[in-house]
C-alpha cells in the first residue's frame, strides 16, 4: 500500500534550484570565478534595468526639444503661399507612391516677385485652381516645417532606440564576460589537471 507523504511545494524547492543554477550554493565543485560571473551578469543586468529606463525616458525628452527647436526655427524662415496652376492636372501614374502630380503653377514670393515651378496637387485638377504650398525666404519651394506628429514619433523612436540599445549591450557585455572568464576556467582546469593526473596514471585496474 502506497503510504501518501506530504509532497514539497514549489516554493520548497524552487529557490535551491535557482541557487544552484546561479552558483550561489555550497557546492564544493563551484569556483571562485563561476559565483564572479553570476554577481558579474547580475550587477550588469540590474545596472542596465535600472538605467536603461531613466536613458529611455531623458532620450525621448531631448530628442522631442530639438523636434520643437527645430520647427519653430522652420516656422520663421518658412513661409505658406497660395500657388496657382498654370496647367492642368494630369492623371496619377500607376507606378507612382504619391498621391499627388507635379504641375506648373506659379505665385508671389514674400519678398516679392513671381516664382514659378511644378508643385504637387491633386490628379485631374484644372488651371487655375489654387495650391498651398511652403517656401523660402526668397520664394522657392522648401518643404513644410516638422509636423507635431513627426516630432512625437522622433521622441518614441528614440526611447525605443535606447532600449533596444541597452539590450544589445546586456548581450554583447555578457558573452564578452562569459567568453573572458571561460579562458579563466580552462586554465584552472589545466593546472589542477596537471597536479591530478599523475596521481591517476599510478592507478591500478
Not at 506530504?6 to 569556483?31: Q, V
Request: hydrophobic content about 45%; proline content about 6%.
Amino acid at each position: 500500500m502506497m503510504r501518501l507523504g506530504k509532497s514539497p511545494g514549489i516554493w520548497d524547492s524552487w529557490p535551491l534550484r535557482a541557487l544552484r543554477g546561479a552558483c550561489l550554493d555550497r557546492n564544493p565543485l563551484r569556483r571562485g570565478v563561476d559565483r564572479l560571473e553570476t554577481c558579474l551578469l547580475v550587477g550588469l543586468f540590474v545596472l542596465l534595468a535600472a538605467g536603461a529606463p531613466l536613458a529611455a525616458q531623458l532620450a525621448g525628452h531631448a530628442s522631442s526639444l530639438r523636434g520643437w527647436h527645430a520647427r519653430q526655427d522652420q516656422l520663421l524662415a518658412r513661409h505658406q503661399v497660395q500657388a496657382v496652376l498654370t496647367k492642368d492636372a494630369g492623371p496619377l501614374s500607376g507606378y507612382s507612391l504619391s498621391a499627388y502630380v507635379l504641375t506648373p503653377a506659379t505665385w508671389n514670393s514674400p519678398g516679392g516677385g513671381r516664382r514659378s515651378d511644378e508643385v504637387p496637387a491633386a490628379p485631374g485638377s484644372r488651371a487655375g485652381t489654387p495650391v498651398t504650398v511652403w517656401t523660402d525666404d526668397n520664394g522657392y519651394l522648401d518643404s513644410p516645417p516638422l509636423a507635431i506628429s513627426e516630432i512625437a514619433s522622433q521622441a518614441d523612436a528614440a526611447t525605443t532606440g535606447v532600449i533596444v540599445g541597452a539590450g544589445v549591450v546586456y548581450i554583447v557585455s555578457a558573452a564578452a564576460i562569459r567568453l573572458l572568464l571561460n579562458h579563466r576556467r580552462m586554465a584552472a582546469w589545466d593546472a589542477d589537471w596537471r597536479v591530478t593526473a599523475p596521481t591517476w596514471n599510478r592507478q591500478r585496474w
